[in-house]
């Protein structure tokens, strides 16, 4: 009975102190550490569809553009103080199929585009505006993302592509703190991307026309871009760990 007395009592107190120390960073007037989760989506992407160079000069495209991004990360940070957060995180890009039409005197008929890709990314974070239990942030964001695209052709023809972008974004963040070491935050901003062309990933025929590995060329002999440029929206959940 005494050896159960104990065991009940050092539980208590490791309970007790836990929840004293919850209680003492529950807002933002103390500096934090944790994991971070998020999900968001590009608007008006531009300078991403290759489709348009696959098609030939002459080619009647509609449809291609069509496509729904859905960045997804996870990721630690940390707070610098209360001058500046630090985030690091790894990235997986999801894509909706986008389905198109197009017809050519090379090739007439349906087709469709599967994008995907993946990466990792840091972000800093500066607020200028703090209350306890609310703060509002600049923030600049670097990412190294590796992008890849496949386009099908109603003949089962295919063409397998490649991308790497350093995308630079930059914005305003707002965070909620939720109470007991959770917070939400909302991100909008811009995302530019550097470099980033689309190279062939083997020799492939497609759409009447023949492609070797290296650079995406259109019919003019130009490299084709890759970089994706769009507005970025992203939704975020942080678990502290102090």
Same mark, same amino acid.
């Given at each position: 009975?005494?050896?159960?007395?104990?065991?009940?009592?050092?539980?208590?107190?490791?309970?007790?102190?836990?929840?004293?120390?919850?209680?003492?960073?529950?807002?933002?007037?103390?500096?934090?550490?944790?994991?971070?989760?998020?999900?968001?989506?590009?608007?008006?992407?531009?300078?991403?569809?290759?489709?348009?160079?696959?098609?030939?000069?002459?080619?009647?495209?509609?449809?291609?553009?069509?496509?729904?991004?859905?960045?997804? $990360?996870?990721?630690?940070?940390?707070?610098?103080?209360?001058?500046?957060?630090?985030?690091?995180?790894?990235?997986?890009?999801?894509?909706?199929?986008?389905?198109?039409?197009?017809?050519?005197?090379?090739?007439?008929?349906?087709?469709?585009? /599967?994008?995907?890709?993946?990466?990792?990314?840091?972000?800093?974070?500066?607020?200028?505006?703090?209350?306890?239990?609310?703060?509002?942030?600049?923030?600049?964001?670097? /990412?190294?993302?590796?992008?890849?695209?496949?386009?099908?052709?109603?003949?089962?023809?295919?063409?397998?592509?490649?991308?790497?972008?350093?995308?630079?974004?930059?914005?305003?963040?707002?965070?909620?703190?939720?109470?007991?070491?959770?917070?939400?935050?909302?991100?909008?901003?811009?995302?530019?991307?550097?470099?980033?062309?689309?190279?062939?990933? $083997?020799?492939?025929?497609?759409?009447?026309?023949?492609?070797?590995?290296?650079?995406?060329?259109?019919?003019?002999? /130009?490299?084709?871009?890759?970089?994706?440029?769009?507005?970025?929206?992203?939704?975020?959940? $942080?678990?502290?760990?102090?």
């Amino acid at each position: 009975m005494r050896v159960r007395s104990r065991g009940f009592f050092l539980v208590s107190c490791a309970f007790a102190a836990s929840s004293a120390r919850a209680l003492v960073n529950t807002n933002f007037s103390e500096a934090h550490a944790g994991i971070t989760v998020g999900a968001g989506t590009y608007l008006l992407p531009r300078h991403y569809d290759p489709v348009p160079s696959a098609g030939g000069t002459d080619a009647q495209l509609s449809g291609s553009e069509k496509v729904h991004f859905i960045p997804a $990360k996870l990721g630690v940070f940390t707070d610098l103080g209360s001058a500046a957060t630090l985030e690091a995180y790894a990235r997986y890009l999801f894509a909706t199929r986008a389905k198109w039409t197009v017809e050519s005197s090379a090739a007439t008929g349906s087709g469709s585009s /599967e994008f995907s890709g993946y990466g990792a990314g840091l972000v800093v974070g500066l607020p200028f505006y703090r209350t306890p239990r609310f703060r509002a942030l600049f923030v600049g964001r670097y /990412e190294l993302q590796f992008a890849d695209a496949r386009l099908v052709f109603q003949d089962n023809s295919q063409l397998d592509l490649s991308a790497t972008r350093n995308i630079l974004g930059a914005g305003l963040q707002a965070e909620a703190w939720l109470g007991d070491l959770y917070s939400l935050s909302a991100l909008a901003g811009f995302d530019y991307g550097l470099g980033g062309n689309w190279q062939v990933k $083997k020799a492939s025929r497609f759409l009447g026309q023949d492609y070797t590995a290296g650079n995406l060329r259109n019919s003019h002999g /130009e490299t084709v871009s890759g970089q994706l440029m769009a507005l970025y929206l992203e939704l975020g959940f $942080k678990l502290s760990f102090y």
